[in-house]
């Protein structure tokens, strides 16, 4: 009843406004003299007089006056707009609709305030802005959405408007969140070739289970659902059922918007195989070319991944030669008398096009030339679909990202021209740890651990580590500039000075350990980099109690407590993973030599090091490292024991203390593990993501294998002389780094070894 009255009203006053103005048209022409406006708070006058179409000297009539105040209320500053005429003289009365002047949030506890003020600045409404109650109408849709899409259909928002001094006013939107809905079932019917449960174990969209609250994959999303239904598409057409449809996928939600359930009709069809490929179009003059990137097998079942993987190399190729909008459609011609199909590729390469603009979105944090230096395709250059899809593997391997995306936008206007969109998914990329203790042994230390692999959005990596306790004190300063050269040259500098004590008594022996070092890394290809260095180390044996036997005749030989050692240091990298965070593809080979020409100690000593990923499937990686390490002495002296590999822990084989292993002379001689200067590691990981976790690779549980040994300066590498285990694990990319946490069993071992079952390590890939 109140919604019919209230919209006579606005009729008949609309009417009236109409009538009104049709009377006060009706005037003869004449020459205006001066303009006069009135009303005006906020609003320059100039921005009244540059909006009327009509200036003092010009003619005045009807038409002009309809004119006026139609422009006038195109500005949307205004509330009311009135003309009237005094003599040769226009008057403008104007009533500025109010302003903005805070907007205020209360009950929100899903939503970041900043990430819902950004929301409904997209809609026109902000602090400062005019407001009209259509406005404040958009605002809740807006909000509404916002928790749509978080599945929380039950929220409920209340406006309200509080008119403040100088014609502002104050928008608070009072939210009632509710519960988040939560999808209880999801049904497919019409399956008959493959089970519900097989179906259902390709959704990222499920029915909860344990890890629900971490993956919220119970959480409804209309995104998600169209996702899942082209996984199960792909998985149909990917086995020979071409004719697979997806006939229906209906949504429905319980009264109290708690509950959802998804059904999810398919036809299969029948099963068909190939029975010929051909090609139609223009392969600018690369036919062989283009047919050896077809992946389409004749005489075997229709694949539909094999077609998008087909259509999405020429589509690539034609990208490498600047055309980058080329269609590339497999059409089928289907027998199904014999069950039989025929493929035709039908080609059109369009138009070659250069990239105009290069745009970066999402990085908040991160500077757009960090981004934008690992790009190797230019703007105004033809565009290369190589050199945009390496761009894109180069900024995902930085670390900084949880997401990279880059899609290409024609030009409107312009057929020869295309926009690259680059977006980014930021991710923390710091650590830091506190810590303060106090014994009677110890007095009090205090510890502080800080890393930024990406300091203030600059792209360069800075650390601090202190320590101040008696038993392990500890002063590091490391820094990396990526870019030191606008080549790409890197710089990594370190300072530091620890001192640790093994045994936790304040009179056993320590080491302490005083030095610096600079190196540069020279990028020769797209994955190749050299690394050139030098450095200053001094490393001292303080005398006390439980010193080795090892330390008292090293020192022996080197006539003192105090050796120092001037390294120079070469190195090589290769790195082709398709992820510097998640790998599930691809190689990384890093080799390293360091050979100390001054000080007392000589040597070399070198690192060879490779790890291999393959993907079993969209959910399961598996993952290969092996590690060769080698020292040795020169200038006829020993090699020096301050620079032996060590084994055992996370990183080397698992299952056994860090640092435990012994080599075959320290086992017969009962000693203690003082390392060797030679050591041997294989590992090899199967990861898939955990049950329950969907499709989520940042949690994910690996099963794993390590082997690994430690050899003196004596001692040859032998395989007999291998500790090994196996195990699993949980590996979560947390806000902090990769967390690893690993449980093994020895398989391997020999008395005397330290066992340590349980191991939890910050940041290391095996």
């Not at 003059?285 to 993987?309: C, H, P, T, W």
């Not at 761009?391 to 206007?413: C, M």
Request: charged share 20%.
């Amino acid at each position: 009843m109140h919604h019919h009255f209230f919209s006579f009203i606005r009729c008949f006053a609309a009417l009236f406004l109409v009538l009104s103005s049709q009377l006060a048209f009706a005037i003869s022409p004449f020459v205006v003299e001066d303009i006069r406006v009135e009303g005006l708070q906020r609003v320059e006058a100039g921005t009244v007089f540059a909006s009327l179409p009509v200036r003092v000297g010009d003619t005045y009539s009807d038409d002009t006056a309809a004119a006026s105040i139609k422009s006038l209320f195109g500005l949307g500053l205004f509330s009311d707009v009135r003309i009237s005429v005094q003599g040769s003289v226009l008057l403008v009365s104007v009533a500025e609709r109010p302003t903005v002047a805070e907007v205020t949030f209360s009950g929100t506890k899903e939503f970041d305030k900043d990430v819902l003020v950004k929301a409904l600045k997209e809609v026109g409404l902000s602090e400062g802005r005019p407001f009209d109650k259509s406005l404040s109408d958009k605002a809740e849709q807006e909000l509404k959405r916002q928790y749509i899409n978080r599945s929380m259909y039950a929220a409920e928002i209340i406006t309200t408007v509080t008119p403040v001094e100088r014609n502002r006013v104050n928008l608070s939107f009072a939210v009632s969140e509710g519960e988040t809905a939560k999808i209880k079932s999801i049904k497919i019917i019409g399956n008959k070739a493959f089970s519900e449960s097989t179906l259902l174990d390709l959704f990222d969209s499920d029915a909860g289970g344990w890890l629900s609250w971490y993956t919220k994959s119970d959480r409804y999303a209309r995104t998600k659902l169209n996702s899942d239904v082209e996984t199960l598409r792909a998985y149909y057409t990917s086995r020979g059922f071409v004719e697979f449809s997806v006939d229906s996928t209906q949504v429905a939600i319980s009264p109290n918007k708690q509950d959802i359930s998804i059904t999810i009709n398919v036809t299969e069809g029948e099963r068909y195989v190939v029975s010929k490929v051909s090609l139609e179009g223009n392969f600018l003059e690369k036919e062989a070319q283009f047919q050896s990137l077809v992946a389409i097998r004749v005489g075997e079942s229709y694949n539909g991944m094999d077609v998008s993987q087909t259509t999405k190399a020429f589509t690539d190729f034609y990208a490498n030669f600047g055309y980058a909008f080329a269609r590339v459609e497999a059409q089928t011609k289907i027998d199904r008398s014999t069950n039989r199909v025929e493929v035709t590729l039908k080609s059109d390469p369009s138009r070659r096009v250069y990239v105009r603009r290069i745009n970066i979105a999402g990085n908040d944090t991160t500077r757009d030339e960090v981004v934008r230096r690992e790009f190797r395709q230019m703007e105004s250059a033809w565009y290369d679909g190589d050199k945009i899809r390496g761009s894109r593997i180069r900024i995902d391997r930085l670390g900084y990202f949880k997401d990279v995306s880059v899609e290409t936008a024609e030009v409107p206007g312009f057929p020869d021209q295309a926009d690259l969109q680059v977006t980014v998914v930021e991710k923390p990329t710091g650590s830091l740890s506190l810590g303060a203790g106090f014994s009677s042994a110890d007095g009090l230390g205090l510890s502080l651990g800080f890393k930024q692999d990406n300091a203030f959005g600059s792209g360069n990596s800075m650390g601090v580590e202190v320590n101040t306790s008696k038993l392990n004190t500890t002063y590091v300063l490391s820094t990396t500039d990526p870019y030191f050269t606008q080549d790409g040259v890197s710089r990594s500098l370190d300072l530091y000075y620890r001192t640790t004590r093994p045994y936790a008594d304040v009179n056993s022996y320590a080491l302490r350990n005083v030095g610096t070092s600079a190196r540069f890394g020279i990028p020769f290809s797209e994955s190749d980099t050299i690394y050139l260095g030098a450095g200053y180390d001094q490393t001292t044996i303080v005398r006390g109690t439980f010193l080795p036997p090892a330390y008292e005749l090293f020192t022996s030989d080197f006539g003192g407590d105090t050796a120092s050692a001037i390294p120079l240091t070469v190195g090589w990298g290769r790195d082709s993973r398709d992820s510097g965070l998640v790998p599930s593809s691809g190689r990384l080979l890093r080799t390293n030599a360091e050979w100390s020409v001054g000080g007392e100690l000589t040597y070399v000593r070198g690192t060879a090091q490779v790890q291999q990923f393959f993907p079993v499937n969209k959910r399961v990686t598996l993952a290969f490292n092996g590690e060769l390490n080698l020292g040795t002495p020169t200038n006829g002296k020993v090699y020096p024991l301050f620079k032996n590999y060590y084994s055992g822990g996370i990183g080397s084989v698992r299952g056994f203390e860090p640092g435990s292993l012994t080599t075959a002379l320290q086992r017969s001689q009962l000693a203690v593990a003082t390392g060797g200067n030679k050591k041997m590691t294989f590992n090899s990981e199967v990861l898939s993501p955990l049950p329950g976790g969907g499709n989520d690779r940042t949690l994910r549980m690996f099963a794993f294998f390590d082997a690994g040994g430690i050899y003196g300066p004596d001692e040859d590498i032998s395989l007999g002389d291998l500790r090994s285990s196996v195990g699993v694990g949980i590996s979560w990319i947390s806000p902090v780094g990769p967390l690893r946490l690993a449980y093994a069993k020895p398989l391997t071992s020999f008395d005397g070894d330290k066992m340590q079952s349980l191991q939890f390590t910050i940041g290391t890939t095996f």
